[in-house]
């Protein structure tokens, strides 16, 4: 099986910045796609931002220019890199992991625990 630990929510002021991160951890497996989704109560858990093998990458429209995802291959981690939060942006949030193996009970999606974060003055 492959285990997800995420880290770096916490509490800023609007305009502020925080770095989440996602390490992967495990055997036999390999990661294709990686991504950041974020859920409020009472609505769907929404795509943030994901990012392929080759680095290429995804993001909402409402995040544009504001979060940018990231990899580092040799660490299994992704990161997303938030500036300039919103109030809006309040939630809690996830990252997802694509991996393929060459055992079937360890292909498929995994997710983080989740990581709150609150932007509010």
């Known amino acids: 099986q492959v285990q997800l630990v995420e880290s770096g929510g916490g509490l800023v002021q609007p305009g502020g910045s925080l770095r989440l991160s996602c390490a992967a951890s495990g055997r036999d497996f390999s990661i294709n796609a990686m991504g950041w989704y974020r859920q409020v109560p009472g609505k769907q858990r929404e795509l943030v931002a994901t990012?392929?093998?080759?680095?290429?990458?995804n993001h909402a429209d409402s995040v544009k220019g504001r979060f940018t995802i990231s990899r580092d291959n040799a660490k299994n981690t992704v990161y997303l890199q938030m500036n300039s939060l919103k109030p809006e942006d309040t939630a809690v949030y996830y990252c997802?992991?694509?991996?393929?193996?060459?055992?079937?009970?360890?292909?498929?999606?995994?997710w983080g625990q989740g990581t709150q974060v609150t932007v509010s003055s």
């Open positions: 997802n992991v694509r991996v393929s193996s060459r055992y079937r009970r360890i292909r498929g999606d995994y």
């Open positions: 990012i392929t093998n080759d680095g290429s990458t």
